[in-house]
């Protein structure tokens, strides 16, 4: 991506270096700052300061922008804002009741049946598509990250030499907070990253990454959500597009840490032990971003008592609708 160009350059690149410093990642902000930046050189390129009248622009409501969309844009300007007080800057900071609220996103989770039309609508890429790499690629990232339970980024942006496939363990280093960690993979993802890797290195020999797109580069959020979409349209035939659940590629991560509670449940294991190694595995900063997905577990299997509530009382209500 480009630098930023406009006269707030230099502060929204200070900006983005603080964030980083208190261990947020540099991608969660870039994308709408170069938006925001673009919007200065077209609207106010000769302006330096961040005034109210600049910023009312701003939150003017594109066309068919959804409230979503528009709050994200909202909240970045308003740290944008927010940092520049703080280092003794003029700057309008938006109000925080500017900024909506949309509704709590309930993730979906997948039945083993869906899964298992998903899937096979992923393998059927390879007959739908002009592009080898992606005809490799797509059955493969999505397996990944499901039975790995990554987030959708630390499976798009893996690179390869951090894939070890002699002992099945992957370095996981694009992470929230920055903090590696290291998952294993099963034997049956084993084997088929082997063959995987066999195929991909005919195709993108020079790539430093895992999965990369036709350029070698590593799938965009957008793009990986793209394929993700048109699987899941695939898997559904006969059903229109509009009725379909909302889905993501995130939702393959609540799907596996549901999966592993269940099992647990019904290894009768104790939960509030065996949640710290979920933890660990899925490289949560906070226990409370775990204990999250019993609120995603079956009723019948949420009065099981492999739950021990009185441990999780002060824990669950606390969990925000994203968890890492």
């Known amino acids: 991506m480009n630098q930023f160009t406009s006269n707030f350059a230099p502060l929204i690149e200070e900006m983005l270096v603080y964030k980083e410093s208190l261990g947020y990642s540099r991608a969660t902000y870039e994308s709408r700052l170069h938006d925001f930046d673009r919007f200065c050189l077209t609207h106010f390129p000769e302006e330096s300061l961040l005034k109210k009248e600049m910023v009312l622009k701003w939150m003017e409501k594109r066309p068919n922008e959804s409230v979503q969309n528009l709050n994200a844009r909202g909240q970045i300007i308003r740290g944008l804002g927010q940092y520049l007080n703080s280092i003794g800057m003029e700057a309008y900071i938006l109000p925080e009741r500017f900024i909506g609220h949309a509704g709590r996103f309930t993730p979906y989770m997948f039945s083993d ?111 990986l959500q793209r394929e993700f979409i048109s699987c899941w349209i695939r898997a559904n035939p006969g059903k229109s597009p509009n009725i379909l659940p909302r889905v993501r590629v995130y939702d393959l991560r609540h799907r596996f840490a549901s999966g592993i509670l269940n099992k647990w449940l019904d290894e009768k294991r104790n939960l509030s032990a065996m949640l710290p190694y979920l933890r660990a595995y899925m490289g949560h900063e906070k226990i409370s971003s775990t204990a999250y997905y019993i609120h995603l577990l079956p009723e019948n299997l949420i009065k099981s008592a492999g739950i021990d509530w009185n441990g999780f009382q002060g824990l669950i209500p606390e969990v925000d609708v994203w968890p890492e």
């Open 113 to 223: 049946a869906e899964l298992k039309a998903f899937f096979i609508a992923a393998d059927e890429v390879a007959s739908n598509t002009v592009d080898p790499g992606k005809s490799i690629v797509i059955p493969v990232i999505f397996r990944l990250i499901y039975t790995c339970g990554l987030r959708p980024n630390e499976g798009r942006e893996l690179k390869r030499q951090n894939v070890n496939l002699d002992t099945g363990e992957i370095l996981i280093t694009k992470t929230k907070r920055h903090k590696e960690r290291i998952v294993v993979l099963s034997d049956d993802m084993l084997n088929l990253c082997k063959a995987y890797e066999t195929r991909r290195n005919m195709i993108f020999p020079d790539s430093e990454y895992f999965f990369p797109c036709a350029d070698g580069q590593a799938y965009s959020q957008r793009q």
